[in-house]
């Protein structure tokens, strides 16, 4: 068999980047997704050169679903297969829900729910010839239903994402796929100052914020060691922390 390939959408994101190095240390070939930032795949491409395996650069606006295919399409041409894909997109957006407009409210909703059909759909011939693993991100609480009245969009959306990973875990299971979600906590990503490292961590039970290769070493373990019965779980990532 040869070697293994991981696509992670969102590869740009500081959870991405430590997802696609972690991957690589294991022996993955990594194709790296990003939108605009160019700067931080690249430093995932000298990390896979250092290690000694292929890192690809496909940039692409996932929104579109002709875009999706397109990218999917171009990493089996560079890779032939399509072992993992990671789902990472998913920015959070922090506004009253009832300042929200329509299409803030899409967008929201689309770049975090949207962009993960996107690619699964796209992905899922290969990801079934190869029994592979998609991976898709929420929060920790997501099965939770309660108001999130200042972060509803991303809330409905992750929401989706839950139902997504269940509805494709049973589906997909009879292929030897298996389908999980990863739910964060507050993670130290986008946290610039010590002020806002306390703050996170007063609300935390651990006592501090996660770090984006606690999140990475998860992914590693459900790809690599986790049982092949675990499928279909939403798993948190979180300190004792729910959102």
């Known amino acids: 068999m040869g070697t293994k390939t991981a696509l992670i959408a969102g590869a740009s994101s500081d959870i991405g980047q430590a997802i696609a190095i972690s991957l690589a240390s294991e022996g993955f070939n990594i194709a790296a997704h990003y939108h605009k930032n160019f700067a931080a795949v690249q430093i995932i491409e000298e990390e896979a050169q250092k290690i000694g395996v292929e890192a690809g650069l496909f ?121 999980n979600a990863i739910c964060p906590g507050l993670i130290e990503e986008g946290a ?23 999140i990475a070493e998860v992914v590693k373990w459900l790809v690599t060691d986790s049982p092949h019965y675990l499928t279909g779980a939403l798993i948190p990532v979180a300190g004792a922390w729910e959102y």
């Open 59 to 179: 940039c692409f606006n996932l929104l579109h679903p002709k875009q999706a295919k397109e990218m999917v399409n171009e990493v089996v041409r560079q890779f032939t297969s399509i072992d993992v894909l990671v789902n990472t997109i998913g920015p959070f957006y922090y506004q009253d829900i009832l300042e929200v407009t329509p299409e803030e409210w899409s967008e929201s909703v689309n770049m975090n729910l949207q962009v993960s059909f996107n690619t699964a759909y796209f992905a899922r011939d290969k990801i079934c010839a190869s029994q592979g693993h998609i991976i898709n991100f929420a929060f920790s609480g997501v099965e939770n239903l309660k108001a999130w009245s200042m972060s509803t969009g991303y809330c409905a959306a992750k929401a989706g994402i839950a139902i997504l990973t269940k509805s494709l875990a049973a589906s997909l299971a009879s292929s030897g796929v298996r389908v």
């Open 192 to 214: 610039t100052t010590e002020l806002e490292r306390q703050e996170m961590a007063e609300q935390i039970p651990f006592g501090r914020p996660g770090r984006p290769d606690e």
